[in-house]
Nanobody, 118 residues
Framework: QVQLVESGGGLVQPGGSLRLSCAAS????????MGWYRQAPGKQRELVAT???????NYADFVKGRFTISRDNAKNTVYMQMISLKSEDTAVYYC????????????WGQGTQVTVSS
């Protein structure tokens, strides 16, 4: 059982940057693999990046070095730094947590809107 709260979204011009944060509470943070997903209007939710408690990272192919996921276990927080944002990055970005032991299930935050537009 874990609660996730995202923040940091907003309106940014093409080429701009945003830093998303996800604060976790209610469970032991290091027992979860964390990730970021996004969902654009009319499209399915898609994986952006994941990070294990020890720092192993997996990115979607479309990232191409523009996004960086990180986590601070002492602060129970996962981040995603996004640079060189494009209009096609516009979506609701969701924080995701999956326990590394026991029953495998997904926990989700409420999401934070990222809009890239001039």
């Amino acid at each position: 059982q874990v609660q996730l709260v995202e923040s940091g979204g907003g309106l940014v011009q093409p080429g701009g940057s945003l830093r998303l944060s996800c604060a976790a509470s209610g469970s032991i943070f290091i027992f979860y693999m964390m990730g970021w997903y996004r969902q654009a209007p009319g499209k399915q939710r898609e994986l952006v990046a994941t990070i294990t408690s020890s720092g192993n990272i997996n990115y979607a192919d479309f990232v191409k070095g523009r996004f960086t996921i990180s986590r601070d276990n002492a602060k129970n927080t996962v981040y995603m730094q996004m640079i060189s944002l494009k209009s096609e990055d516009t979506a609701v970005y969701y924080c995701n947590a999956v326990p590394i032991m026991g029953v495998k299930r997904d926990y989700w935050g409420q999401g934070t809107q990222v809009t890239v537009s001039s």
